[in-house]
């Protein structure tokens, strides 16, 4: 019996509706749940997203680009396959993709985590009867502290900072990270900065109706910006740079899920770092994955191996859903890796 | 304990020396003296009670998570820490847990030491039900990284990140001693009680003086070209023997035999107790513990088979006999001489230890008679004797001789330099043997801990036997970081099998493994022990059938051995 979607060189597929979820090569018609690098690529003939994430999607994929929209929970057809796209909480517009067909009903999340996030739509479960997870964070030691704690300790560090006349600059993914920490920033601390590759896509945020604090242009050499007071947002790519440099006297901060261990801190070597994730973590997982109904869970994107195992132990059909890696992949040290320099590929700065 | 953890984090969170330092001060400045005591004893390394062993607490922790059991284990091979994997797989909360639902007393103002009776010492060699309902309740009674720290303590494994010199500063700038001081009174005395810390920051002097040793000086690796040292006759050379650092202190309060990690070894040593008697009272040696029958020297191994030991049988004193090879006087006749240049130390050490050792290995295995019982001072303490050599190149050439000596190479010392403290540069230099290189095959890997958590850096490498890969050696460091992450990738996509958290790969990464010495060895199954082995540098230049043969290895340990 064929799968309603499998996996071909290209990536996902749907046969029966001829097209692909977030392919990894140009494709005719590409489905994508949200615009990080590792899910949408460019080249690709028509793309299909969710109406909020439009401008986003646009940044990334270049003024060319054919983007089609369609809106959460509105359904429609590709060849007779039922198709319905339901916001999945990672980053404005990320989306899961709802695949009906035959009686047989299959959502893909993309990326996506159950916390409260203002940038974004809140992720909504999605009935199913297979259901494709990622698994970025599904080991039991991944368990997110309060986005609100978090928020807290930001601000405390930042005017501790501000206080001692030392800029801060906290580090974190240019797309969807950047901004969600922006909206949990204290504005009457002192005033907010973006680095070029976050501006970008602040201004494609506010474009599709996020509120979010002032955020101002880095001002040409300056030192002290803000008098000290300020907090600047950046990729983490523009940590390894000069481009820190001038700001004189900086206390660094990075933004991560993966801040959770201590070994990765102190390898990483930041002095400082705040546990904020857009992945779903470990009991959220197992919740959603209850949540859905669906008596089979393909697990892709991370602890796939083990994830999968814990699931057939707890009596669900799981299997590992592979990604286009070669060999597994484990998010270990590799992949943080890869996750910080992803901003590295797309020098969307000034 | 929650000040001890918050002192821990404080301490982990920052590089800064200064830091570091102020949050000990405070600390010490703060907590009554038998939390000191108790704090400082963990900081300085002290042996620990394991009080409980790791497996059963992951046992516990799974079930009170619950979590299969393999789970925990994964999540420990991904985190690399497992005091940090437990506390954060535990449920803030532990309301799923039967039985004691205790009092959740206010822990804060619990004192240390009072804490690290009740849930560390006070658990050992107790049955395992009492021991669990302990370590429920301390979960409930702790926030999630004070577990941590507790996790450390309880299962003897809490190693902080500062030096003892850090600590004697601290300590030093609390009691307005000098940090030398509290270094020597650090090193000599066991600190368990209030009454303990108190005389050690005491400024009056105390009884613990009475067998302290000195810190032990330290030599430099020689990095530059030995010509650059100048004249010739400005120093002395001897030989760099492969045993274990220990001072011996000879005083009216008895004797004690020191290692360098500050630990009394006289239940490991007692025939050095015995030979040390007849030294005269007030004497401090600096030198090597080595293990030698009457007429060749044995390799370290056997040494180690020792020192492990708390206790040891006549067998093992018969089989593998020790002797102490000195090459300093610190104190004689009750006199501290360590300022006095090294040439005057080495003529009273001379009229203290008057025989030389002149042991080399056995060339040939035959078995040698075992004389037990002979204990005087002559055949148990020596002096290491000079090497001579007119010129550098000569003592180069000694050098060059070392490896069929047993020995890591020489020790140059300045005549005219004083006894000083830890590694100070420029009058000591180790001037070891080039080390032995083969290039050998990764065939297994692991993820490392600590700071390489989550990326595979422990490789276990082998040479080829026909067209199998016999292991040979485990090695870990001599890489960068970035050549680490390159390998890390290739392992995951070269895996052939998983055991857990061991890896199975292809053979196609060749490493150059660099090691001391090669010797015989039953354990092995290769027949052979490679000694420090490290990775010298990655061979991506060659293909995995380039590389060492165990007939090679066998034809190098019979260069050397002569066997």
């Given at each position: 019996m064929s799968d309603l979607l499998e996996i071909n060189p290209n990536g996902l597929y749907c046969p029966a509706g001829n097209f692909y979820i977030d392919p990894w090569r140009q494709v005719s018609h590409a489905v994508i749940t949200h615009a990080h690098a590792d899910h949408a690529r460019p080249g690709s003939e028509r793309y299909l997203c969710a109406s909020s994430g439009k401008h986003v999607l646009r940044t990334r994929m270049g003024n060319n680009a054919t983007i089609n929209t369609v809106k959460y929970g509105e359904h429609f057809s590709i060849h007779g396959v039922d198709v319905s796209l339901h916001p999945a909480g990672h980053l404005l517009g990320s989306s899961q993709v709802r695949v009906s067909h035959r009686g047989v009903t299959w959502v893909v999340t993309g990326d996506y985590k159950l916390q409260h996030d203002s940038t974004c739509e809140r992720f909504e479960s999605v009935p199913c009867d297979v259901f494709v997870t990622e698994s970025t964070f599904g080991l039991p030691v991944y368990r997110w502290p309060e986005p609100a704690t978090v928020a807290d300790e930001i601000n405390t560090w930042w005017r501790a900072n501000a206080d001692a006349g030392c800029t801060s600059v906290l580090l974190s993914y240019a797309l969807g990270k950047a901004q969600r920490v922006a909206s949990l920033l204290d504005p009457s601390i002192g005033p907010i900065y973006g680095h070029g590759a976050v501006m970008k896509l602040v201004e494609a945020y506010r474009a599709s109706g996020v509120r979010l604090p002032p955020i101002d242009r880095i001002p040409p050499r300056s030192r002290k910006i803000g008098g000290g007071r300020g907090i600047v947002i950046a990729p983490p790519s523009a940590a390894a740079t000069n481009w820190i440099n001038r700001f004189g006297e900086t206390s660094i901060a990075m933004v991560s899920g993966w801040m959770l261990l201590r070994g990765v801190r102190r390898r990483r070597g930041f002095p400082k770092g705040f546990i904020l994730s857009d992945h779903v973590d470990y009991p959220d997982l197992m919740q959603a994955v209850k949540a859905s109904g669906a008596q089979r869970v393909l697990v892709t994107h991370g602890f796939t191996d083990i994830v999968a195992r814990l699931l057939t132990e707890r009596g669900y059909q799981a299997e590992i859903l592979p990604t286009r890696f070669i060999g597994e992949e484990r998010p270990d040290r590799s992949a943080v890796d890869k996750n910080l320099e992803d901003d590295l590929q797309h020098p969307e700065s000034e | 304990m929650q000040r001890f953890s918050d002192l821990y984090w404080k301490l982990d969170s920052t590089t800064s020396t200064n830091q570091k330092v102020a949050a000990l001060r405070n600390y010490f400045g703060s907590v009554p003296p038998q939390d000191a005591a108790c704090a400082l004893s963990v900081l300085c390394g002290a042996k620990q009670v394991r009080a409980i062993s790791t497996r059963l607490l992951r046992e516990w922790a799974a079930e009170a998570a619950e979590l299969p059991l393999w789970l925990v284990e994964e999540s420990y091979a991904h985190v690399g820490d497992l005091a940090e994997t437990l506390a954060l797989i535990l449920p803030e909360q532990l309301t799923n847990i039967s039985g004691g639902s205790g009092t959740t007393a206010d822990h804060s103002s619990l004192s240390l030491s009072h804490f690290m009776h009740e849930?560390?010492?006070?658990?050992?060699?107790?049955?395992d039900v009492y021991k669990r309902q302990k370590v429920e309740e301390t979960w409930r009674r702790l926030k999630p990284r004070e577990r941590i720290v507790w996790h450390k303590l309880v299962t003897g494994g809490c190693r902080v990140g500062v030096s003892r010199t850090l600590v004697a500063r601290a300590l030093a700038e609390l009691s307005g001693l000098e940090p030398t001081t509290l270094a020597e009174r650090m090193m000599a005395a066991t600190i368990e009680t209030a009454e303990d810390f108190q005389s050690l920051i005491s400024t009056e002097p105390t009884s613990v003086d009475g067998l302290r040793p000195y810190p032990f000086f330290l030599a430099s690796p020689m990095s530059g070209e030995v010509h650059e040292l100048g004249s010739i006759t400005e120093w002395q050379a001897e030989w760099k023997w492969d045993g274990m650092r220990a001072q011996i202190v000879r005083r009216s309060a008895g004797i004690s035999i020191w290692s360098?990690?500050?630990?009394?070894m006289n239940d490991a040593f007692p025939e050095i107790v015995d030979a040390a008697e007849s030294l005269p009272d007030g004497t401090v040696l600096d030198g090597e513990l080595l293990a030698a029958l009457p007429n060749n020297l044995l390799p370290f191994s056997m040494l180690s088979k020792r020192a492990s030991r708390k206790r040891v049988g006549k067998k093992i004193l018969a089989e593998i006999p020790a002797v102490f090879v000195a090459y300093d006087l610190l104190e004689a006749h009750g006199k501290d001489i360590r300022s006095e240049p090294l040439s005057f130390r080495r003529k009273e050490l001379l009229a203290i230890v008057p025989t030389g050792f002149e042991k080399r290995p056995a060339s040939a295995g035959g078995a040698v008679k075992l004389q037990v019982g002979n204990r005087n001072t002559n055949d148990r303490l020596f002096h290491s004797p000079l090497v001579s050599g007119g010129t550098w190149d000569e003592l180069g050439c000694a050098r060059q001789n070392a490896r069929h000596r047993g020995v890591e190479g020489l020790m140059l010392k300045r005549t005219t330099s004083s006894y000083a403290h830890g590694r100070q540069r420029g009058d000591w230099w180790k001037w070891k043997v080039e080390p032995l290189e083969i290039d050998a095959v990764l065939h297994y890997a692991q993820a490392g801990h600590g700071r390489r958590a989550g990326l595979h850096t422990d490789y276990t490498l082998g040479v080829w036997d026909g067209n199998q890969l016999v292991t040979i050696a485990k090695a870990y460091s001599g890489l960068t970081d970035e050549e680490l992450i390159e390998i890390d990738k290739i392992i995951r996509s070269t895996t052939i099998e998983r055991h857990g958290p061991v890896r199975i790969v292809k053979p196609t990464l060749v490493f150059q493994l660099a090691f001391e010495n090669v010797s015989k060895s039953t354990r092995h199954k290769s027949g052979i022990a490679v000694r420090f082995p490290r990775i010298a540098r990655w061979r991506r230049d060659k293909s995995p059938h380039e590389a060492a043969t165990l007939s090679d290895l066998k034809a190098l340990l019979e260069q050397i051995t002569g066997e």
């Amino acid at each position: 019996m064929s799968d309603l979607l499998e996996i071909n060189p290209n990536g996902l597929y749907c046969p029966a509706g001829n097209f692909y979820i977030d392919p990894w090569r140009q494709v005719s018609h590409a489905v994508i749940t949200h615009a990080h690098a590792d899910h949408a690529r460019p080249g690709s003939e028509r793309y299909l997203c969710a109406s909020s994430g439009k401008h986003v999607l646009r940044t990334r994929m270049g003024n060319n680009a054919t983007i089609n929209t369609v809106k959460y929970g509105e359904h429609f057809s590709i060849h007779g396959v039922d198709v319905s796209l339901h916001p999945a909480g990672h980053l404005l517009g990320s989306s899961q993709v709802r695949v009906s067909h035959r009686g047989v009903t299959w959502v893909v999340t993309g990326d996506y985590k159950l916390q409260h996030d203002s940038t974004c739509e809140r992720f909504e479960s999605v009935p199913c009867d297979v259901f494709v997870t990622e698994s970025t964070f599904g080991l039991p030691v991944y368990r997110w502290p309060e986005p609100a704690t978090v928020a807290d300790e930001i601000n405390t560090w930042w005017r501790a900072n501000a206080d001692a006349g030392c800029t801060s600059v906290l580090l974190s993914y240019a797309l969807g990270k950047a901004q969600r920490v922006a909206s949990l920033l204290d504005p009457s601390i002192g005033p907010i900065y973006g680095h070029g590759a976050v501006m970008k896509l602040v201004e494609a945020y506010r474009a599709s109706g996020v509120r979010l604090p002032p955020i101002d242009r880095i001002p040409p050499r300056s030192r002290k910006i803000g008098g000290g007071r300020g907090i600047v947002i950046a990729p983490p790519s523009a940590a390894a740079t000069n481009w820190i440099n001038r700001f004189g006297e900086t206390s660094i901060a990075m933004v991560s899920g993966w801040m959770l261990l201590r070994g990765v801190r102190r390898r990483r070597g930041f002095p400082k770092g705040f546990i904020l994730s857009d992945h779903v973590d470990y009991p959220d997982l197992m919740q959603a994955v209850k949540a859905s109904g669906a008596q089979r869970v393909l697990v892709t994107h991370g602890f796939t191996d083990i994830v999968a195992r814990l699931l057939t132990e707890r009596g669900y059909q799981a299997e590992i859903l592979p990604t286009r890696f070669i060999g597994e992949e484990r998010p270990d040290r590799s992949a943080v890796d890869k996750n910080l320099e992803d901003d590295l590929q797309h020098p969307e700065s000034e | 304990m929650q000040r001890f953890s918050d002192l821990y984090w404080k301490l982990d969170s920052t590089t800064s020396t200064n830091q570091k330092v102020a949050a000990l001060r405070n600390y010490f400045g703060s907590v009554p003296p038998q939390d000191a005591a108790c704090a400082l004893s963990v900081l300085c390394g002290a042996k620990q009670v394991r009080a409980i062993s790791t497996r059963l607490l992951r046992e516990w922790a799974a079930e009170a998570a619950e979590l299969p059991l393999w789970l925990v284990e994964e999540s420990y091979a991904h985190v690399g820490d497992l005091a940090e994997t437990l506390a954060l797989i535990l449920p803030e909360q532990l309301t799923n847990i039967s039985g004691g639902s205790g009092t959740t007393a206010d822990h804060s103002s619990l004192s240390l030491s009072h804490f690290m009776h009740e849930t560390v010492i006070d658990l050992k060699g107790k049955p395992d039900v009492y021991k669990r309902q302990k370590v429920e309740e301390t979960w409930r009674r702790l926030k999630p990284r004070e577990r941590i720290v507790w996790h450390k303590l309880v299962t003897g494994g809490c190693r902080v990140g500062v030096s003892r010199t850090l600590v004697a500063r601290a300590l030093a700038e609390l009691s307005g001693l000098e940090p030398t001081t509290l270094a020597e009174r650090m090193m000599a005395a066991t600190i368990e009680t209030a009454e303990d810390f108190q005389s050690l920051i005491s400024t009056e002097p105390t009884s613990v003086d009475g067998l302290r040793p000195y810190p032990f000086f330290l030599a430099s690796p020689m990095s530059g070209e030995v010509h650059e040292l100048g004249s010739i006759t400005e120093w002395q050379a001897e030989w760099k023997w492969d045993g274990m650092r220990a001072q011996i202190v000879r005083r009216s309060a008895g004797i004690s035999i020191w290692s360098r990690g500050e630990e009394r070894m006289n239940d490991a040593f007692p025939e050095i107790v015995d030979a040390a008697e007849s030294l005269p009272d007030g004497t401090v040696l600096d030198g090597e513990l080595l293990a030698a029958l009457p007429n060749n020297l044995l390799p370290f191994s056997m040494l180690s088979k020792r020192a492990s030991r708390k206790r040891v049988g006549k067998k093992i004193l018969a089989e593998i006999p020790a002797v102490f090879v000195a090459y300093d006087l610190l104190e004689a006749h009750g006199k501290d001489i360590r300022s006095e240049p090294l040439s005057f130390r080495r003529k009273e050490l001379l009229a203290i230890v008057p025989t030389g050792f002149e042991k080399r290995p056995a060339s040939a295995g035959g078995a040698v008679k075992l004389q037990v019982g002979n204990r005087n001072t002559n055949d148990r303490l020596f002096h290491s004797p000079l090497v001579s050599g007119g010129t550098w190149d000569e003592l180069g050439c000694a050098r060059q001789n070392a490896r069929h000596r047993g020995v890591e190479g020489l020790m140059l010392k300045r005549t005219t330099s004083s006894y000083a403290h830890g590694r100070q540069r420029g009058d000591w230099w180790k001037w070891k043997v080039e080390p032995l290189e083969i290039d050998a095959v990764l065939h297994y890997a692991q993820a490392g801990h600590g700071r390489r958590a989550g990326l595979h850096t422990d490789y276990t490498l082998g040479v080829w036997d026909g067209n199998q890969l016999v292991t040979i050696a485990k090695a870990y460091s001599g890489l960068t970081d970035e050549e680490l992450i390159e390998i890390d990738k290739i392992i995951r996509s070269t895996t052939i099998e998983r055991h857990g958290p061991v890896r199975i790969v292809k053979p196609t990464l060749v490493f150059q493994l660099a090691f001391e010495n090669v010797s015989k060895s039953t354990r092995h199954k290769s027949g052979i022990a490679v000694r420090f082995p490290r990775i010298a540098r990655w061979r991506r230049d060659k293909s995995p059938h380039e590389a060492a043969t165990l007939s090679d290895l066998k034809a190098l340990l019979e260069q050397i051995t002569g066997e």
